[in-house]
């Protein structure tokens, strides 16, 4: 069964946050495999979606661009900055409550 797609839409924040905090720099490519691989293909992330979440990050400062010269030419890549760093243990910690909530509710009888 595949996950809800407005579920994981809404936490891509942390999901991008949380990638680079555990990989240090990634390129957007990178990320989308990650999130392939992880969830064995249960999640698909569109480049849409990642570019404008990693916009959304950038102008909020949570994480900075750096070009490098490949082979393949000049990559993108995406690491935390210290505000991100941040962020990422506060966000991480949110929704792992938030989760843990939804589980109570779940299972809740009376």
């Given at each position: ?67 490098i010269e490949a082979e393949s030419g000049t990559r993108k890549f995406y690491q935390l900055s210290r505000r991100g760093r941040y962020a990422a243990t506060i966000e991480t910690a949110r929704i792992k409550e938030a989760v ?11």
């Amino acid at each position: 069964m595949k996950p809800d797609n407005l579920l994981i839409k809404g936490s891509l924040t942390v999901i991008i946050l949380r990638l680079l905090q555990n990989n240090g720099k990634l390129y957007g490519y990178e990320i989308v495999n990650m999130v392939q691989q992880c969830s064995k293909g249960r999640i698909n992330i569109t480049d849409a979606a990642l570019y404008k979440a990693l916009h959304k990050l950038d102008n909020e400062g949570y994480i900075v661009q750096k070009e490098i010269e490949a082979e393949s030419g000049t990559r993108k890549f995406y690491q935390l900055s210290r505000r991100g760093r941040y962020a990422a243990t506060i966000e991480t910690a949110r929704i792992k409550e938030a989760v843990g909530e939804l589980q109570k509710l779940l299972r809740y009888k009376r």
